[in-house]
């Protein structure tokens, strides 16, 4: 995902797999969202994020379960 801009979002960002085949390869570039919840990722692998800025009111920005390979 790139050149992304949000605003008013329940959550930022939900990514989840499944723990046969967890999603690879993810790519965020130049991200803006506000939103109520922060991003969530589950059973990912190999994130990168490259000026991603989300603003969310509740929670942590990120949260991740499961995953490995996670670049901020």
Do not use: H, W
């Amino acid at each position: 995902m790139k050149n992304l801009v949000c605003a008013g979002a329940r959550r930022a960002l939900f990514f989840n797999g499944i723990p046969e085949m967890p999603i690879d390869g993810i790519v965020l570039e130049d991200i803006d969202i506000t939103s109520k919840l922060g991003a969530e990722f589950i059973y990912s692998k190999n994130i990168s994020m490259k000026n991603v800025n989300i603003r969310n009111t509740e929670g942590e920005k990120i949260v991740t379960r499961y995953c490995e390979g996670v670049e901020e």
